[in-house]
């Protein structure tokens, strides 16, 4: 059943002219809203924003107005909109009397005069966009109607009248205790904080190619853009004259992501455009969304050349129109589709090739894919959910710290996903409808998020933020100990333990569970004893020991591996690569054992890809697969005594880890030519999955990272890269060479299989 649009999902439309009498050479402004606002001076765009955050710890945005300003007459404008209910990137916050049902907060130091946001602005509604309900099984992105008839077109310049319009509503918090000062901090939202970077920054523009252009019979008009363009697609009655449409389809040749931009030309007053966006074609070439949701509706003016660009990012391949003239009747506009990239920047300075061109292409789908799954925080896809899942990240993250000069986003994620449930729990993704609805957790995603702050730690070396996030680390971790048996293993632990969408089994006592707590137990000692925080470190390795001790339920001395898990009846037989790599990537398994779990995860005669929920996703978006995250995973259909299911490509960067920590980083390189099963199927960007999902999911760019940290071996010797470590480890590859970012300047290694190595380094240099 379609749910209803909130009648509070609405914009608001901000302005206020002043006087300049002399151009400043600096005019900082300050601006945050409880949702989303675009700042605009003087006719041009300057800003977007906010980035998400919990909206007790939300970040303002910063822009120097000054280059943007003349002298005379000025105008600042604010387009404003709140959502209402919560989003894949918004929650709302619980209100006050008075706050929590969308506001903005602007402050402008123009020489020696402030310009605040109070109610010498002017204001109105923006009656352009209305509400859109959506169904409620995929209402995660809000989608955009906008009427351009009812636009107060040229608002944002200096010569529009606002006279008619009201004044804005100065907004006095009310709350017990409240003094009615109109000043942040102000409950619910607490202390604005600085900017962790700039939330949406210009970026390319992407033209998109037309692939058709048809004109027959719609369906019956609906309220929802998306449903109405599917509608449309899958009619095939005839229809009457008033129900001809024109649908226009155009494929950017690759995944892209960013706002909308929409040109029309020769459109009549009333003519309705719906865009829906997805990066599968069905058969038919008709649009197979598998669970996107993602559109908008414009209704044209009319009278000329018109220009829209959305509130909102989309991700996409694919954009099908549906055009309806008012009337069913007359010739269609010209229409043009673009969309404008908004994700975080990756300035120059950094490289990476080797001597195998696939593996330098490998390395370099990885870093755009990231690219495209970094916007104001790093998100599983740009597509279908666009969440900061709180697991998903860590490869996003690892990625930035080896391959981007710009840290902002690797030091934003940690902090954006720390904001624990009263028991110590982590939300799977952050700040969204997921965190305000508490739907579940998944708590080895906490445990990935932990080595997120360890990362941090060893990359740079950033005291005081590690000291703030430390305590959420511990109190994660101890979220985990009801949960333990006499035996020191984890039993039974409650939520979703997902682990990856191979086919691995967890119920019981995991062996990947208790592996990866280990090995967040041993990030948090370390990261302890660096701040002084003995007693922490001692609890840490006491419970670490526990897991080691207990380990040894899961091997199995025949086979030469570890077992997915263990029930009331004993050890299973069934075996993924997941314990054993875990095992390896938490040092929980003895010396003289490494070689015989190498061997035998490595072992490519007996792996096989599996997944028991993805592999059954077709692109129609049908999926028996889907019922086994509810009911468990059945039997397994495949020889367990003689096969080993592989990990997907996220749980791989475990997998390289365990290796490279065993002493066998040798064997990485070859191992990263498994993604070339993309590339021979022509991806651009990396899917989430061997088989199935959706084509950009940044937690499968592991190969971008491990080429350079596992093969080139270059990593922090010391914390904040006191000093760095270049340990390559080749495999067959007869040179490699990169350039990696620092907080000291970029450091350069060149390796080649005779064993020179060239190093240019501003720091100290640990060979090994």
């Known amino acids: 059943m379609p749910v209803l649009a909130d009648p509070v999902d609405h914009v608001a439309l901000l302005r206020r002219s002043f006087e300049v009498d002399a151009v400043p050479d600096r005019a900082p402004c300050r601006i945050w809203s409880d949702g989303r606002h675009l700042l605009h001076v003087n006719g041009e765009t300057v800003a977007r924003g906010p980035v998400r955050s919990d909206p007790r710890l939300a970040h303002y945005d ?363 729990m982590l939300p799977m993704a952050a700040a969204s409808d997921f965190t305000a609805q508490d739907r579940t957790i998944i708590p080895d995603w906490s445990l990935h998020w932990v080595r997120s702050v360890h990362n941090i730690f060893r990359y740079a070396g950033d005291r005081e933020l590690v000291a703030e996030l430390v305590p959420v680390v511990a109190r994660t971790l101890r979220w985990f100990e009801p949960y333990l048996d006499d035996d020191g293993l984890l039993r039974d632990v409650s939520g979703w333990v997902l682990l990856d969408w191979a086919s691995v089994y967890a119920d019981g006592c995991s062996s990947t569970l208790n592996a990866l707590w280990a090995r967040a137990l041993e990030d948090l000692a370390e990261m302890a004893d660096w701040l002084g925080d003995g007693g922490t470190a001692t609890w840490a390795r006491g419970r670490r020991r526990g897991v080691v001790d207990g380990f040894e339920l899961f091997w199995d001395d025949g086979r030469g591996l570890y077992v997915d898990h263990v029930l009331d009846d004993g050890p299973q037989r069934v075996a993924a690569q997941h314990g054993g790599a875990t095992a390896l990537a938490a040092g929980l398994v003895p010396a003289d054992r490494i070689d015989r779990v190498v061997e035998r995860l490595t072992d490519r005669s007996r792996l096989i890809r599996h997944s028991w929920v993805m592999d059954s996703v077709t692109v129609e978006g049908g999926s028996t697969g889907f019922a086994h995250l509810v009911n468990g995973y059945p039997e397994p259909t495949w020889d367990v005594e003689e096969q080993m299911v592989e990990a997907e490509p996220f749980f791989r960067y475990v997998l390289h880890d365990g290796l490279a920590r065993s002493g066998r980083a040798d064997l990485i390189a070859d191992l990263c030519h498994d993604w070339s099963v993309f590339l021979d199927a022509g991806e651009t960007t990396w899917p989430e999955c061997w088989v199935g999902g959706t084509h950009c999911h940044g937690w499968s760019s592991t190969p971008t990272r491990d080429l350079i940290v596992h093969t080139l071996g270059i990593t922090p010797a010391e914390p904040g890269y006191a000093s760095v470590r270049v340990a390559p480890a080749l495999g067959s590859l007869d040179w490699a060479k990169a350039t990696v970012p620092t907080p000291h300047g970029t450091v350069t290694v060149e390796a080649r299989a005779d064993g020179s190595v060239e190093i240019d380094s501003p720091i100290p240099v640990v060979r090994a």
Request: glycine share 10%; proline share 10%; hydrophobic share 40%.
């Open 62 to 424: 910063v822009v120097d107005l000054a280059p943007h300003l003349s002298e005379g007459t000025n105008v600042l404008a604010v387009t404003a909109r709140h959502f209402g209910r919560s989003t894949s990137w918004w929650m709302p916050a619980p209100p006050s009397y008075s706050l929590g049902a969308g506001s903005v907060v602007v402050e402008a130091l123009l020489g020696d005069i402030w310009l605040v946001s109070d109610d010498s602005w002017r204001a109105a509604a923006g009656a352009a966009w209305s509400p859109v309900p959506v169904p409620g099984d995929v209402a995660c992105l809000p989608i955009e109607a906008f009427d351009a008839r009812r636009h107060p077109h040229g608002w944002t310049r200096p010569t529009f009248d606002d006279g008619e319009w009201a004044r804005a509503t100065e907004i006095r918090p009310v709350h017990t205790g409240s003094t009615g000062d109109p000043h942040p901090p102000s409950e619910p939202f607490g202390i604005l904080r600085p900017p962790v970077r700039v939330a949406f920054p210009d970026g390319v523009t992407h033209r998109a190619r037309s692939t058709s252009t048809t004109t027959g019979p719609g369906a019956e008009p609906v309220d929802d853009p998306v449903q109405q363009v599917l509608a449309d697609e899958a009619t095939t009655a005839p229809g009457s004259a008033d129900a001809m449409i024109t649908s226009v389809a155009v494929d950017f040749g690759q995944i892209v992501a960013g706002t909308v931009e929409l040109e029309i030309d020769g459109a009549a007053p009333g003519t309705t455009i719906d865009l829906a966006a997805a990066e599968h074609l069905d058969g038919d070439g008709r649009l197979a969304p598998l669970g996107q949701h993602a559109g908008l509706r414009y209704v044209c003016a009319g009278g000329g050349p018109e220009r829209f660009e959305s509130l909102e990012l989309i991700g996409t391949r694919h954009l099908h129109a549906s055009v309806r003239p008012p009337r069913g009747d007359g010739p269609a506009p010209e229409i043009d589709l673009a969309i404008h990239d908004r994700h975080r920047p990756r300035p120059a300075g950094t490289n990476f090739a080797c001597s195998d061109p696939l593996l330098t292409r490998i390395h370099e789908v990885g870093l755009r894919t990231v690219d495209l799954c970094a916007s104001d925080a790093y998100v599983d896809c740009p597509t279908r959910e666009q969440r900061a899942w709180t697991g998903d990240s860590v490869v996003h993250q690892m990625v930035d710290l080896v391959a981007n000069p710009d840290w902002s986003m690797a030091h934003w994620h940690p902090q954006l996903a720390a904001t624990p449930r009263a028991d110590g």
